[in-house]
């Protein structure tokens, strides 16, 4: 199963492979909790896992109750607090609660649930995962049900108290243009916040695997590179050639379409020449403001290093507050 998959993949992949499974998601928080609502901790039944529900904090209760899970195919709804004796004595922060459910696959979860789940997430749809608290039924259904949450990006329980929605928006994607020296630490930086990163650039000299490894990496001319990339409202752009015939294309195909955000790297003198090719070629005044040029958040970068800390803070922020 490809790491795409995310942990309800892993899950899916240990399941075929005859293994029992189980996912723990975190349904509710109060206080310090030390992770989202929506985190998860994918368990098997040799204790192996991958994920976290509380930063290690309480993993090893839940996986107890996991493996207990798998043996009668039952939910199990976990509430850990400093009121809790149990959750006190594994170390969760003073003030903080966590509510747990955890769902063997096959059994409380079923595995077609599971597969459409997975499947959405290869496919690059949003979907969400309904789980009744108090109850047996479980759904998959469309983002349009619940659109705040998605545009938040914000799991969590409704009003009601029993009805529990996990977002899976499709995976977060950074696209650079141009092999230079920022985009070696850039990428990096990216994958480590998540996201799934590709580099394009037709030059084979800075396009090198040597250069990127581990790296998808494209050599088409950036135009034609991301139109098969498939551009979307989860996708990052940075172009950082400095060269007007590759970072250009690439730009004008970027500006097509809704991704969260586009930086351009380049003075403001720089930007200011880009500007006036855009508009001479028929972009509008709307379209080039949501060019984020210079690129990054002005915080004084010098090396390398320092102007990829400046871009990835500039997308988080972007991201996360619109």
Known sequence: MSDAAGLSGRALAWHRD????????????????????????????????????????????????????MKDGGARLLEFGVSDDEAFAVGLACGGRIRVLVEPVGGALPVEVLQEIVGARLDRRAVGYVADLQGAARQVVGAARFADRFRLDKSGTEEDGRTFVAVHNPPLRMVVVGGVHIAQHLLPMARNCGYDVCLVDPRPAFASPDRFPDTVISEDWPDAALEDIGLDARTAVVTLTHDPKLDDPAIYTTLRTDVFYLGCLGSKRTHAKRVDRLMKAGVSAADIARIHAPVGLDIGGRSPSEIAVSIMAQVTERLRKG
Do not use: F, K, N
Not at 37 to 51: F, I, N, P
């Open 18 to 69: 005859g293994g029992e499974v189980a996912i723990a998601t975190v349904v509710e928080t109060w206080g310090s909790a030390p992770r989202p609502v929506g985190s998860q901790l994918v368990v098997d039944g040799t204790g192996r896992m991958e994920g976290s529900v509380s930063g290690g904090c309480v993993e090893g209760a839940v996986i107890v109750e996991a493996l207990d899970a």
